[in-house]
């Protein structure tokens, strides 16, 4: 599985990402070579409405793609804020039907679905689920270290 350890965006560098990417653990010689890496920019981002249960793919801040989604219930709803997509895994099977987008909030992910009637719907525990077809198509789109936005509005 491929890792990323990634750093949000700061005023001097406004719309990129860090990145360090690895196959394995986070070790302080990974993290000593992270902080050596230039900068990258990265041309994708999403953003993620839970009351429309959208998401929407930007490239250089525009939307190009809208793609219907099942969020969290209410008991376990999706945490909204910015995160980074850092790990690509697909096939991941059961529930996650055929792509799992990791994102840098530890357990929670954008993935596919065995049950494709469940979209549109608050019906996940805290995941971002979308259609098969969707997320493959996300996934060959976005590069890792793409920042992915949860609004509640």
């Known amino acids: 599985m491929e890792s990323i350890a990634s750093k949000r965006p700061n005023k001097q560098s406004p719309g990129y990402v860090r990145g360090f990417f690895t196959t394995g653990p986070l070790t302080p010689a990974l993290l000593c070579a992270y902080h050596k890496t230039g900068?990258?920019?990265?041309?994708?981002?999403?953003?993620?409405?839970?009351a429309r249960r959208r998401l929407m793919l930007?490239?250089?801040?525009q939307v190009v793609k809208s793609y219907p989604v099942g969020v969290g219930k209410s008991g376990t709803p999706t945490p909204t804020g910015t995160y980074y997509i850092v790990?690509?895994?697909?096939?991941?099977?059961?529930?996650?039907?055929a792509m799992w987008l990791g994102l840098s909030h530890r357990g929670y992910g954008?993935?596919?679905?065995?049950?494709?009637?469940?979209?549109g719907g608050y019906v996940s525990k805290g995941c971002i689920r979308m259609y098969n077809r969707d997320v493959l198509e996300l996934a060959r789109t976005?590069?890792?270290?793409?920042?992915v936005t949860i609004t509640a509005y």
């Open 142 to 147: 976005v590069p890792l270290g793409t920042a």
């Open 110 to 119: 954008i993935h596919g679905t065995n049950n494709p009637s469940s979209i």
């Open 58 to 61: 930007l490239k250089d801040g």
């Open 39 to 50: 900068v990258k920019k990265v041309a994708y981002s999403i953003i993620v409405s839970l």
């Open 87 to 97: 790990n690509k895994l697909p096939n991941p099977g059961g529930p996650y039907g």
